[in-house]
């Protein structure tokens, strides 16, 4: 990359962070772009870091959510997707965010308080599945064991048909063979002076095959 180039994408990504920051701070009035060391890495579990605001225009034209959904984010960190449902989707139906530490966890719900159409859990995804979710979203939050297991779980809670995001899908092989879950659709975001584009996919569940 030349100098010219160097410049032109330092100056996108002040930009485009400084635009990062105003949208966060309508919610809790905090930039959640900061990345946090997980404490849990021995229980499979991933850094915390906030979805790139750059993917979830997309994933929300792909999954349009109407008032009688309940969104789950699994390993919702920060809180940054519920916040962007809230602010820039003025979605009125159930938010859930399940984070396994506590620390991150406790900061979250403090951003939402007085926002009673959001509950934030602080316990491990595997074993607090709502059975009743009707969108789940993922950023990659664990890795393929843990995965598998959350997925185990999934199939025997969740009791109607549902759609799973999987954002950034590295253990997308876990889905292999289960029979309830159907890919809907893959597809990639691409993101300026970014080398990768970011991939999605986008499943299907229905308890009742």
Do not use: W
């Amino acid at each position: 990359m030349g100098i010219l180039q160097k410049i032109k994408r330092k100056i996108f990504q002040i930009n485009f962070e400084r635009k990062e920051v105003q949208i966060d701070k309508k919610i809790g009035g905090l930039a959640l772009n900061k990345r946090l060391e997980t404490k849990h890495q021995s229980e499979g579990a991933k850094d915390t870091q906030s979805t790139d605001y750059r993917l979830l225009g997309p994933i929300f034209e792909k999954v349009v959510l109407t008032s009688k959904d309940k969104f789950v984010d699994v390993g919702c960190g920060q809180g940054r997707v519920l916040s962007y449902l809230l602010t820039e989707k003025d979605f009125k139906g159930e938010l859930v965010g399940i984070e396994l530490s506590t620390e991150v966890a406790v900061f979250t719900k403090k951003r939402f308080d007085g926002y009673s159409q959001v509950e934030i859990i602080n316990k491990n995804a595997v074993e607090s599945i709502p059975a009743d979710g009707s969108v789940f979203y993922l950023f990659n939050p664990f890795d393929g064991t843990v995965l598998k297991a959350f997925l185990d779980s999934f199939e025997k809670t969740v009791k109607n048909q549902a759609i799973l995001i999987y954002a950034v899908p590295v253990h997308h092989t876990e889905f292999d063979g289960r029979e309830k879950f159907s890919l809907v659709e893959t597809f990639a975001v691409k993101r300026e002076f970014m080398e990768y584009d970011a991939q999605i996919a986008i499943y299907k569940f229905d308890p009742q095959l």
